[in-house]
């Protein structure tokens, strides 16, 4: 069965440094989105991106965030100066523009220190 | 504010018990209602789903019973095994803000089955 897949899987890195996760969508979807889960807590919808445009973002992804789709596979999220509460797992989702299933990569375990 | 209110934060049942988790909602603009089950270490994977028109979805042992008028829905598992204890989401998608619409996940109840 296709899949998303996310790397890295953790990542430790410094407060203020630049983080960059990396996901591959499904290959036939168009639809892809960022969303976190801070531990314990609830899964958040961060970004929506489709034809090269962000469609949608929350009230999360501030200016220390932003998206690409940097060739015809892989999907980034990037943060630019990362704080102690972008601690969290980062799951990267697609879907088919005409289906309503939104599939989910196993997740990007961001620690920041 | 909690767009979608889930309940109970965790469940123990017993193998061959009907495990039962609630959720309300306020937006009436919500249109698509997935159940999405978790495992430690891996992300989201989508189990049943329903949409507002219909007030009942079955598949297999996991059915979702969905009450418009109440704004309310829920995911019944019948016949529950060990191998079905994971968190549970329940979450509405709004399309309000994009076409490609917006999940909004309840906070997850934590199932344990036991042999």
């Known amino acids: 069965e296709p899949e998303v897949t996310q790397t890295p899987s953790h990542q430790v890195t410094q407060m203020g440094q630049e983080v960059i996760l990396r996901c591959v969508p499904i290959?036939?979807?168009?639809?892809f989105y960022w969303y976190r889960q801070i531990l314990g807590q609830k899964v958040e919808f961060l970004v929506s991106?489709?034809?090269?445009?962000?469609?949608?973002k929350s009230e999360i992804f501030d200016d220390q965030f932003s998206v690409e789709r940097p060739d015809g596979s892989n999907f980034t999220l990037k943060i630019r100066s990362t704080k102690l509460e972008d601690s969290a797992m980062y799951f990267c989702?697609?879907?088919?523009?005409?289906?309503?299933?939104?599939?989910f990569g196993e997740g990007s375990w961001l620690t920041v220190v | 504010q909690q767009q979608v209110k889930q309940s109970p934060q965790s469940l123990i049942v017993q193998k061959g018990g009907i495990s039962i988790i609630n959720c309300a909602y306020e937006?009436?603009?919500?249109?698509?209602f997935p159940w999405y089950q978790q495992f430690p270490g891996k992300g989201p994977a989508l189990l049943i789903a329903?949409?507002?028109?219909?007030s009942e979805k079955k598949e297999g042992r996991f059915t979702i019973s969905f009450n418009k008028s109440a704004k309310q829905f829920s995911l019944h598992i019948m016949d529950s095994q060990p191998g079905d204890s994971a968190t549970y989401f329940c979450?509405?998608?709004?399309?309000?803000?994009?076409?490609?619409?917006?999940?909004?996940f309840g906070r997850g109840t934590q199932l344990t089955v036991w042999p």
């Open positions: 937006n009436t603009a919500f249109d698509y």
């Open positions: 329903i949409r507002p028109d219909v």
């Open positions: 290959s036939n979807h168009l639809y």
């Open positions: 989702a697609s879907r088919e523009s005409s289906g309503n299933t939104i599939y």
């Open positions: 991106f489709y034809n090269n445009e962000i469609s949608e």
């Open positions: 979450a509405a998608r709004d399309y309000r803000g994009s076409t490609l619409g917006r999940l909004y």
